[in-house]
């Protein structure tokens, strides 16, 4: 279809029901907000059929910094997402991502390209070459992506923007055959071998799959996926997350550090990963353990062994309604990542300490009405909050004063992962 055609359906209103199935409020806007991503795609491309997609983001709930290790998480998808206007065309591949105009690139040659680590067209370079080496069929494109999800602020843009990709090549390619789990592994890859930052697969689980999910890393090739039936309304809270605006500077050499001193610890233990290793003879051997690696790495194994069991704990209590006990998991959750994990801070932070800033602030302010914790890897700058429905717009208030209007929003959970609409 034209995306002319496509813009007058969404203007008479034909589209509406499509889109309330995606997203919970502001359906006029988001309709805008389609419309003008059509307009855009035209503007560059001209008016040619068209396919569009929706990935969205992510938040992590349980599980910080254990997929890497093999271990287990519990995530939700969200409604902030990237939409993709796309057009067929031969070899090349353009792309268009908000205001960025990413340089075109041959699908017949396609490379690793040192000076370009930590791009955008490393990425798309990344999953094309991970595609390829799998033998699924890849070609060219022309694509306007419109993006909602913050970036640099742990709701998995980076992972969003690789199931994107994946999508796209899906369905314009290989007929929508390719399994979620190669979608996965793929944008994995694209990130630790292209982009060149360290990460698991945990947010391109989520960014594909969708849902509230459990996930199990035992088979990192073949991660175990369990859809929770959750809904956080049903318990008078609302979920949002805090952008406490630090100054960004990079931090690959911070999440580098994370696994790595795991991984040490796992060595000593003659295992690859921590997943393999005893946790009751981790702690008959804690003594050895920190005078071999230090006391940072055996807190990091520490909070690897104590996460692993309370997202078991965490799922087991949502799933039995007891709202109360999965709060107090998270609350513990926080406290060891803030603690032993010690993904708060950047390592040459000293002036910037606004995550703990917004983390101690929240706890101070919200008392009994809410639990808050570090969002995602960490060292970002956000931080997610379970806060009762009756204190949010206070709460708001009070995080909007001390770091900038906006600073705090609602999340709200998305049962679909990546999607193609049209």
Do not use: W
């Not at 008016?47 to 939700?76: W, Y």
């Not at 996965?184 to 689980?205: D, H, L, V």
């Not at 803030?338 to 008392?367: D, M, P």
């Amino acid at each position: 279809m034209k995306a002319s055609e496509v813009s007058k359906r969404l203007s008479s209103g034909e589209m509406t029901p499509l889109l309330r199935g995606i997203y919970s409020e502001n359906i006029d806007a988001q309709v805008l907000r389609y419309k003008e991503a059509i307009q855009s795609f035209m503007d560059y491309y001209g008016d040619q059929d068209i396919m569009i997609f929706s990935v969205p983001g992510k938040c992590e709930i349980g599980g910080n910094h254990t997929d890497h290790q093999h271990g287990r998480v519990l995530a939700s998808a969200i409604q902030l997402d990237s939409i993709g206007i796309v057009g067929k065309q031969d070899r090349y591949v353009k792309v268009i991502y908000d205001e960025l105009n990413i340089n075109e690139i041959d699908t017949e040659n396609i490379k690793y390209n040192e000076a370009k680590k930590g791009t955008m067209e490393s990425l798309i370079n990344g999953v094309l070459f991970g595609l390829n080496q799998k033998n699924y069929h890849i070609g060219g494109f022309n694509a306007f992506i419109q993006c909602n999800i913050p970036r640099n602020v742990g709701l998995g843009s980076s992972a969003n923007f690789n199931i994107m990709i994946g999508t796209i090549i899906n369905y314009l390619y290989n007929e929508g055959k390719i399994e979620n789990k190669h979608l996965i592994q793929i944008g994995r890859f694209a990130t630790n071998t292209f982009y060149c930052k360290p990460s698991g697969m945990m947010n391109e689980c989520v960014c594909c799959v969708g849902g509230f999910i459990k996930v199990d890393f035992k088979d990192s090739n073949s991660p175990d996926i369990y859809k929770l039936n959750t809904d956080f309304s049903n318990f008078d809270y609302t979920l949002c997350c805090v952008n406490s605006n630090v100054y960004r500077s990079d931090t690959t050499m911070d999440y580098y550090a994370v696994p790595n001193e795991m991984i040490k610890v796992a060595n000593f233990f003659k295992k690859d990963v921590l997943r393999d290793v005893s946790y009751d003879e981790f702690m008959k051997k804690y003594r050895m353990v920190r005078a071999r690696v230090g006391d940072r790495p055996a807190l990091r194994a520490l909070h690897f062994f104590k996460e692993e069991d309370r997202v078991l704990k965490q799922s087991e209590a949502l799933e039995k309604g007891d709202f109360d006990t999965f709060l107090r998991l998270v609350r513990e959750s926080g406290d060891s990542t803030f603690k032993a994990l010690q993904n708060i801070y950047q390592q040459e932070s000293t002036r910037h300490q606004n995550i703990g800033t917004a983390i101690v602030l929240s706890e101070n302010f919200l008392g009994e009405d809410g639990v808050v914790k570090v969002n995602g890897g960490g060292f970002s700058g956000t931080m997610l909050a379970f806060v009762k429905t009756s204190v949010i717009n206070d709460y708001a208030a009070y995080m909007d004063s001390i770091f900038g209007k906006g600073s705090c929003y609602i999340i709200h959970a998305r049962e679909q992962g990546a999607i193609r609409l049209l």
